[in-house]
T-cell receptor, first 113, second 111 residues
Framework: QQQVKQSPQSLIVQKGGISIINCAYE??????FPWYQQFPGKGPALLIA?????SEKKEGRFTISFNKSAKQFSLHIMDSQPGDSATYFC????????????FGPGTRLSVLP | SQTIHQWPATLVQPVGSPLSLECTVE??????LYWYRQAAGRGLQLLFY??????ISSEVPQNLSASRPQDRQFILSSKKLLLSDSGFYLC??????????FGPGTRLTVL
């Protein structure tokens, strides 16, 4: 119930294309769903996050889609750029519940020029 | 604004030697603190977390230990390193229920 599943494991997209990464969770108590971006040799950085009271959140080229009934959420990167090449982690957490913060296994995105 | 520091940035140690990695947070108080390990090309493995001074929870049994001597200081230690301890160690902080902020990481190579 604590697991967050993430797919695909790796993704190759042409410049200008759309990158889509999917995550699924089991624990319905989770109420915060962030996405992190990590470049090689660096710590993960928060990219965008959503709470379950909305179905979509957009920040620039990055959009989170959230389906509460299916317990799934996804990251869409529009007009993907070579600079977006990184590893992306989804996560889920539970408000006011200590450390209950679960990460997906990550997706390595490569955007070809 | 809040910042998180880790040192050293890189470390090469022989098998059997001790380890001490330090993490400090500035610009906030009473943070939750976390230690993660990341193997090459892999996900984040939570090692320890702390909700307050002297309060440490271990997620994975191993030869590592953690301590929190001050509110914004978190230390990862080992008495004798193993080859399998090699990896990228990340410290993070959060306030309960909100996003975690990661430090720059320490690359540990055990030879």
């Amino acid at each position: 119930q604590q697991q967050v599943k993430q797919s695909p494991q790796s993704l190759i997209v042409q410049k200008g294309g759309i990158s889509i990464i999917n995550c699924a969770y089991e624990n319905t108590a989770f109420d915060y769903f962030p996405w992190y971006q990590q470049f090689p040799g660096k710590g993960p950085a928060l990219l965008i996050a959503i709470r379950p009271d909305v179905s979509e959140k957009k920040e620039g080229r990055f959009t989170i889609s959230f389906n509460k009934s299916a317990k799934q959420f996804s990251l869409h990167i529009m007009d993907s750029q070579p600079g977006d090449s990184a590893t992306y982690f989804c996560a889920a957490s539970r408000h006011n519940y200590g450390q209950n913060f679960v990460f997906g296994p990550g997706t390595r995105l490569s955007v070809l020029p | 604004s809040q910042t998180i520091h880790q040192w050293p940035a890189t470390l090469v140690q022989p098998v059997g030697s001790p380890l001490s990695l330090e993490c400090t947070v500035e610009g906030t108080s009473n943070p939750n603190l976390y230690w993660y390990r990341q193997a090459a090309g892999r996900g984040l493995q939570l090692l320890f977390y702390s909700v307050g001074i002297g309060q440490i929870s271990s997620e994975v049994p191993q030869n590592l230990s953690a301590s929190r001597p001050q509110d914004r200081q978190f230390i990862l230690s080992s008495k004798k390193l193993l080859l399998s301890d090699s990896g990228f160690y990340l410290c993070a902080w959060s306030h309960t229920g909100n996003e975690q902020f990661f430090g720059p990481g320490t690359r540990l190579t055990v030879l």
